[in-house]
């Protein structure tokens, strides 16, 4: 996911710089590269949505715990959050599957440069899998933790 990530941002990066230096500098439009660029953002901003699950560090606007002392309660309230998140990550699977699909069906192309548009959709598709397996994953840290916390060892 992280060499996805790198390489998606650069080739975002380089098509953007692209881009500029032909618009302002030569005065030309490369006739695509938009398209391409937008499809190539879907990429990145999905990795880097599933990677943030991984790793745990996605945004969150979290108060609760300005609330509630309870360790357990405070554990399970986040478990149900997250349970929240893979539930809305996982309507993301059904809706994204059905989108692949349809395109497959109508083999969809971009507008410019004639490209299966399935080659970017799929990106929804694999980022919404992996979040939902990740948040899932999250849910079970904490009812983990709200239930069997760690033994403090000195």
């Given at each position: 996911?992280?060499?996805?990530?790198?390489?998606?941002?650069?080739?975002?990066?380089?098509?953007?710089?692209?881009?500029?230096?032909?618009?302002?500098?030569?005065?030309?439009?490369?006739?695509?590269?938009?398209?391409?660029?937008?499809?190539?953002?879907?990429?990145?901003?999905?990795?880097?949505?599933a990677?943030?699950?991984?790793?745990?560090?996605?945004?969150?606007?979290?108060?609760?715990?300005?609330?509630?002392?309870?360790?357990?309660?405070?554990?399970?309230?986040?478990?149900?959050?997250?349970?929240?998140g893979?539930?809305?990550?996982?309507?993301?699977?059904?809706?994204?599957?059905?989108?692949?699909?349809?395109?497959?069906?109508?083999?969809?192309?971009?507008?410019?440069?004639?490209?299966?548009?399935?080659?970017?959709?799929?990106?929804?598709?694999?980022?919404?899998?992996?979040?939902?397996?990740?948040?899932?994953?999250?849910?079970?840290?904490?009812?983990?933790?709200?239930?069997?916390?760690?033994?403090?060892t000195?």
């Open positions: 996911m992280s060499v996805i990530i790198i390489l998606v941002t650069v080739l975002a990066s380089c098509s953007m710089l692209l881009q500029v230096i032909a618009r302002y500098v030569f005065e030309i439009a490369i006739s695509g590269l938009d398209e391409l660029t937008g499809h190539i953002a879907v990429w990145m901003y999905m990795m880097g949505a990677y943030g699950s991984l790793n745990k560090t996605q945004i969150k606007a979290e108060m609760v715990h300005l609330f509630i002392k309870n360790r357990k309660a405070l554990c399970c309230i986040r478990a149900l959050t997250t349970l929240i893979a539930v809305i990550a996982g309507y993301m699977v059904t809706w994204s599957y059905g989108y692949v699909k349809w395109s497959l069906l109508k083999h969809e192309v971009t507008p410019t440069l004639q490209l299966p548009t399935v080659i970017f959709q799929v990106s929804i598709l694999i980022g919404a899998v992996l979040m939902v397996i990740y948040f899932l994953r999250e849910a079970v840290d904490h009812l983990l933790e709200a239930f069997h916390p760690p033994s403090a000195n």
